[in-house]
Nanobody, 124 residues
Framework: QVQLVESGGGLVQTGGSLRLSCAAS????????LAWFRQAPGKEREFVAV????????YYRDSVKGRFTISRDNAKNTLFLQMNSLKPEDTAAYYC?????????????????WGQGTQVTVSS
């Protein structure tokens, strides 16, 4: 089993940047599809970005395209999310997730492993 721990969240002003990290342990992430989801209070958890096991393919929700970049360092067993030009509507708890399915996955169901989340708050 793989354990995931997110870090890097915080309070930032509109237009600012944050870089989230997700450190994996217990197993190598080399053959996992990895993704970021987020959940705002009172809302369902939603897909943000996904990256395939080899890093060659990525996919984003429309509202973050051009602002967020997902990446991974398999040697360091770590997933990243660079978030630029942040907006108040990006405010949420951000979760990393891992799946053994080797494809682009944008729903929560295929992901077997989840981190505890890190809070991102964007002030206007």
């Amino acid at each position: 089993q793989v354990q995931l721990v997110e870090s890097g969240g915080g309070l930032v002003q509109t237009g600012g940047s944050l870089r989230l990290s997700c450190a994996a342990s217990g197993d190598t992430i080399n053959y996992y599809t990895l993704a970021w989801f987020r959940q705002a209070p009172g809302k369902e958890r939603e897909f943000v970005a996904v990256i395939t096991w080899n890093g060659r393919s990525t996919y984003y929700r429309d509202s973050v395209k051009g602002r967020f970049t997902i990446s991974r360092d398999n040697a360091k067993n770590t997933l990243f999310l660079q978030m630029n030009s942040l907006k108040p509507e990006d405010t949420a708890a951000y979760y990393c997730a891992a799946s053994r399915a080797l494809s682009i996955l944008t729903t929560t169901a295929p992901y077997n492993y989840w981190g505890q989340g890190t809070q991102v708050t964007v002030s206007s």
